[in-house]
C-alpha cells in the first residue's frame, strides 16, 4: 500500500486486493510514466516492468506526474515468469482478438473477475509492447484475453490510455463489489504451477508417442487454451499431475509395474 494514510474500507483510495499491473517489454518511457498516473489516479499501486528498453527515465518521471511514487516501486523483472511469480489468474489485453478458441472478456466483466480471483492471492493483467502487442509466447501465458472493443478500423489504443481504461473498470468493480462473482473455496493453481502443469504434459505426451517434437502443431498452444477455459484449482492440479505420473510410458510407475507385472 502506498499512502501511509490509507485506510482501504473507510476511504476507497487504493484498491485492498493484490492486482499487478504488467508493462511487458515497453519502448516508450513515457508510457511507462502515464500508466502509473492511470494506476494511481484510480488507486491501483502494482506496477511491474518486465524488460523495459529505458527505465528509469526522466520522460517517465514527467509523465507520471505525481505518480511517480509508483515508479519509485515499480518491481522490474528480466522475465515474464519472474513478473507472474504466484499469480491465481492471468489476463492479457491485447488490441486484436487473435482466436476465438481463447476465453475473452470485455473490460467491465475483466475487471469484476480479477477482483474475484484476488481473493486467493496476487493477480496480473498484461499490456503488451507499443508496436506489436504482447508476443504469442506471452499470450500462452495467460489465461483469459481481454479486448477493449474499439472502432475495429482502428483499434489500438496508445498503452497509458489501455492502462487507464481497465484501472478505471477495476475501480468500478471495486466501489460496486456486490456484483464481484464469488471464487471458488480451493484457490486457482499458481501461474508457475501450471507453466511445471504443461511441461509435464508435454513431455508424457512425447513419451508416448502422441506429440512429435519435430512437428508439434499447434497441440500444446491448443491444450493450454482448453486447460485456461478450465481454470483447474490446486486440487485438480494435483490430480492431473499424478494421473500424467501414472500414465508416462517413461516415467517412475510405469517401470516398476514392467519390473512386476
Ligand atoms: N498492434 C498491437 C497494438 C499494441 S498497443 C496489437 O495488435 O496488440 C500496446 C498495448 O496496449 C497492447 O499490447 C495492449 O496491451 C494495449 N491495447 C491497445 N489497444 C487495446 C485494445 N483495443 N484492447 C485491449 N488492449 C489494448
Not at 493450454?224 to 485438480?236: G, I, M
Request: charged share 25%.
Amino acid at each position: 500500500m502506498i499512502s501511509e494514510t490509507s485506510n482501504p474500507a473507510e476511504t476507497r483510495d487504493w484498491l485492498p486486493w493484490p492486482v499487478r499491473i504488467v508493462l511487458v517489454r515497453t519502448t516508450h518511457p513515457g508510457n511507462i510514466g502515464a500508466a502509473a498516473r492511470a494506476m494511481k489516479t484510480m488507486g491501483l499501486s502494482e506496477l511491474v516492468l518486465v524488460s523495459p528498453r529505458e527505465f528509469p527515465h526522466e520522460e517517465a518521471t514527467a509523465r507520471a506526474s505525481g505518480a511517480d511514487d509508483l515508479l519509485a516501486a515499480a518491481q522490474r523483472y528480466e522475465t515474464l515468469d519472474e513478473a507472474l511469480a504466484g499469480c491465481r489468474l492471468v489476463m492479457g489485453t491485447s488490441a486484436r482478438l487473435r482466436s476465438v478458441a481463447w476465453p475473452q472478456l470485455e473490460p467491465r466483466e475483466a475487471a469484476a473477475t480479477l477482483l474475484a480471483s484476488a481473493g486467493a492471492g496476487p493477480v496480473a493483467l498484461l499490456f503488451g509492447t507499443e508496436k506489436s502487442g504482447l508476443s504469442n509466447e506471452e499470450l500462452d501465458r495467460c489465461q483469459v484475453l481481454v479486448n477493449i472493443p474499439a472502432n475495429p478500423a482502428y483499434s489500438s489504443l496508445n498503452l497509458g490510455m489501455a492502462v487507464q481504461l481497465l484501472a478505471y473498470e477495476l475501480r468500478l468493480a471495486w466501489l460496486g463489489e456486490a456484483r464481484v462473482p464469488v471464487e471458488r473455496d480451493v484457490a486457482p493453481a499458481r501461474a508457475e504451477d501450471l507453466e511445471r502443469f504443461y511441461t509435464h504434459l508435454q513431455q508424457v505426451l512425447i513419451n508416448s508417442d502422441f506429440l512429435d517434437p519435430s512437428n508439434p502443431r499447434q497441440l500444446m498452444r491448443r491444450l493450454r487454451r482448453l486447460y485456461a477455459r478450465a481454470r483447474p484449482d490446486e486440487q485438480e492440479l494435483n490430480i492431473l499431475r499424478g494421473i500424467l505420473s501414472a500414465v508416462d510410458p517413461a516415467g517412475e510407475a510405469a517401470r516398476r509395474r514392467r519390473q512386476d507385472p
